[in-house]
């Protein structure tokens, strides 16, 4: 399956391509620049391996949450290329490859990833080891304040793992919940190498989008909207 990956929901800038079975990709940490990486990464990537979009499968993108502009980049960048080739985008949790790369380099098989959502609060998901080590979602992705983080409580002993930036950026977070965290996985920005092999599982499963049906998991707004208030 030959698929490019797309993802800017962090500080991360992050393009990965997947072509007749090798591998090409770009990974720079660099604040505020996306607009300007964006683009010339994903040239490189497809030079790199003599493509073509309209040669591709399929689009994945790193769908968030995250930063708001951040995350637009990457969706405006996804839904141009999509309509220019004719192609779908397969949306993935850009929490899903935070937790994607630590099952591939780690032998931990549950990791809560916590990405910084500012004033005083983290985007929180937790995952399980899946089939072929895929990351499967273990309850909602979650605004949580810097606080006790009820999901992570249970009967006997903590196995569950940090990952995410979200951890650092908050110490306070990871002292207040220490007891039900068993470690630390070293692994805080999602690359989008990382989005490959779920987005590929999701495809196969039909989870395409439209360019024009594409809706970014900013969660914050799910959040604050009131079910029954007719708000959008």
């Not at 990486?37 to 391996?49: D, Q, S, T, Y």
């Not at 959502?117 to 810097?146: C, I, K, S, W």
């Amino acid at each position: 399956m030959n698929l490019l990956a797309l993802e800017t929901s962090t500080n991360a800038c992050s393009v990965a391509l997947v072509f007749n079975g090798s591998l090409a990709e770009r990974h720079v940490v660099q604040a505020k620049e996306h607009t300007r990486l964006l683009i010339p990464m994903i040239e490189e990537v497809l030079e790199k391996r003599d493509a073509m979009l309209a040669q591709l499968d399929a689009i994945v993108l790193g769908n968030g949450p995250g930063s708001f502009i951040g995350m637009r980049i990457a969706a405006s960048v996804a839904q141009g290329l999509a309509y220019g080739s004719g192609l779908g985008i397969v949306p993935v949790s850009s929490l899903a490859a935070v937790a994607a790369e630590v099952f591939a380099t780690t032998a931990v098989d549950d990791v809560a990833v916590a990405q910084d959502a500012h004033m005083n609060e983290v985007y929180l998901a937790r995952f399980r080891r899946g089939e072929g080590g895929l990351p499967v979602a273990d309850g909602e992705t979650l605004l949580q304040p810097v606080g006790r983080i009820e999901s992570l409580e249970g009967p006997g002993p903590a196995h569950v793992h940090a990952a995410g930036a979200g951890w650092k950026r908050y110490p306070q977070l990871l002292k207040l919940n220490a007891d039900r965290v068993a470690g630390i996985a070293e692994v805080s920005l999602p690359r989008a190498s990382f989005l490959l092999d779920s987005g590929a599982a999701a495809l196969r499963e039909g989870a395409v989008t439209e360019p024009a049906q594409l809706v970014p998991d900013y969660v914050r707004s799910r959040v604050a909207s009131i079910p029954g208030s007719g708000s959008s």
